[in-house]
């Protein structure tokens, strides 16, 4: 190890100390938390953080409510801007399965039935997808890094309920029969034919491909129900296909479900299948149902939890309120657990931005107004700072209230995440070991009720010779992204 200096201290800015003052009297001791991280202990490499604006939000976000161009950048810059906003780095764009883009549908490029799963396949293209087109190509100039494609259904002609909403399973699975066939093919190539028009005819190179989207239910909207069984017996078709095809690169993430126990029940019966676990790059659930609390039982090198949202609070944009669902801190905790206790790879909200009036999107969107959720920042926390590639490091943190999360970047930097959930102030007291790095400037970035993402001065050096280290402050009820 090369240490140059070990203590840094660090001086906040005046906001967060004014802030801080108001949660402590002048009698009360602030405790000092003990933070030991080992970098020589690792564990999962990060994907990173995204959201989706699938149905349609797209459209919403280019103009179709009246945002104006210049909120349009504004969102933009609050999603993917690692300057001004939360510098995501996934997008998940959804896959069409009906006839029409009425309301929020998602169209499909084969709305017309050919005739028979054997029959020239009818395909159409209309290069703008939902205004998916135009998001996507945005996103990947800010450097967005994955576009996962992911269908919530296949076409209705394609399922034994002959309807791309109503639950239903795609033909030739096993335990269905349809008069008219054997569709997995059909289907497989359908999701192929999807991605050579976003390759050929827009340029974009979609990385990753799932063909369910919560498999357990059975919804009114676009969906498509499958047993882990019947999700092995369509991937026993899609590999090779994707593969014959020429996108053998192209990474197949499945399975999607409800929640973490439903996708390890899934998973368990995708498992009974020859090669089907094999063929994935990415094993995926929500966290509607059962919060990701445990790793799943999987020998896939990657776990992400694609979608969840509070779908039922009414739009709030505070941090710490009344310590509701939808508020900012309790989303820098889900994201925090999913990390350190399922070790996920990727997480990403449901809905970006959107005209909506309940807690699902992180962005509020009213004609042309533009309102940032704490939820954002709270990914901010995370997002800015863990970039793809890093690798989630040995942490250990002395008071329990204080949750903590360590990481490595590719460029040899650490990040220290820390989420105070308790009610008074803490002292942090960090050191690293098992690091091959040289501590050069420490900055920190605060998230509570007074500050967004606020940054600190960089920390000054006060000497010492131990293993690099530093001390700091992380006022109540507040989270501090480190930067080594």
Not at 165 to 182: L, P
Not at 241 to 248: N, P, Q
Request: overall charge negative; proline content about 3%.
């Amino acid at each position: 190890m090369h240490l140059h200096v070990s203590i840094w201290s660090l001086v906040l800015p005046l906001s967060a100390a004014s802030h801080s003052q108001r949660h402590i009297s002048h009698d009360v001791a602030i405790p000092t938390v003990k933070i030991a991280i080992n970098a020589s202990t690792r564990f999962q490499v990060i994907d990173g953080f995204g959201v989706s604006e699938a149905f349609q939000r797209s459209a919403q976000v280019h103009g179709k409510a009246g945002l104006s161009e210049s909120n349009q950048r504004k969102v933009l810059d609050y999603l993917f801007s690692n300057e001004v906003g939360a510098g995501l780095t996934s997008l998940r764009n959804g896959i069409g399965s009906s006839t029409s883009y009425i309301r929020d549908f998602m169209k499909s490029i084969e709305p017309t039935d050919p005739g028979g799963p054997n029959a020239t396949a009818k395909y159409e293209w209309d290069g703008d997808d939902g205004s998916q087109v135009w998001l996507t190509k945005e996103a990947l100039r800010y450097g967005v890094k994955w576009v996962y494609a992911d269908a919530w259904s296949a076409p209705a002609y394609m399922k034994t309920n002959g309807n791309d909403s109503n639950g239903g399973s795609i033909c030739g699975v096993q335990e269905t029969f349809c008069a008219s066939g054997d569709w997995r093919q059909a289907y497989a190539n359908y999701l192929v034919q999807y991605i050579r028009f976003y390759k050929e005819k827009e340029g974009i190179a979609i990385t990753h491909l799932g063909f369910l989207n919560e498999p357990d239910l059975n919804q009114t909207y676009a969906s498509m129900q499958s047993s882990g069984f019947q999700a092995g017996d369509f991937l026993k078709v899609l590999a090779p296909t994707l593969k014959a095809s020429g996108f053998e690169d192209v990474q197949i993430v499945c399975c999607e479900a409800t929640g973490w126990n439903d996708g390890e029940d899934i998973l368990a019966e995708l498992q009974s299948i020859p090669g089907a676990e094999d063929s994935l790059a990415v094993y995926s659930a929500h966290g509607y149902s059962s919060n990701p609390a445990l790793p799943f039982k999987t020998t896939i090198s990657k776990t992400w939890q694609t979608e969840w949202a509070d779908l039922d609070g009414s739009w709030r944009t505070s941090w710490d309120y009344l310590g509701k669902e939808g508020e900012g801190m309790a989303w820098a905790n889900k994201i925090q657990q999913a990390l350190t206790l399922s070790n996920v790879s990727g997480f990403l909200y449901w809905i970006g931005a959107e005209t909506t009036t309940t807690n699902s999107a992180l962005i509020r969107l009213a004609n042309d107004t533009v309102s940032v959720s704490s939820r954002l920042w709270a990914f901010a926390q995370f997002s800015r700072f863990v970039k793809p590639g890093a690798v989630r490091v040995g942490v250990e943190s002395g008071i329990g209230y204080v949750r903590v999360s360590a990481f490595e970047n590719v460029n040899g930097g650490v990040v220290v995440n820390i989420i105070n959930n308790g009610h008074v102030d803490v002292r942090t007291d960090v050191v690293i070991s098992g690091w091959d790095g040289t501590v050069g400037n420490v900055t920190s970035w605060l998230t509570n009720n007074a500050n967004n993402l606020t940054v600190g001065v960089e920390f000054r050096a006060i000497g010492g010779s131990r293993e690099p280290g530093f001390n700091g402050l992380v006022p109540a009820r507040s989270m501090v992204s480190y930067i080594v």
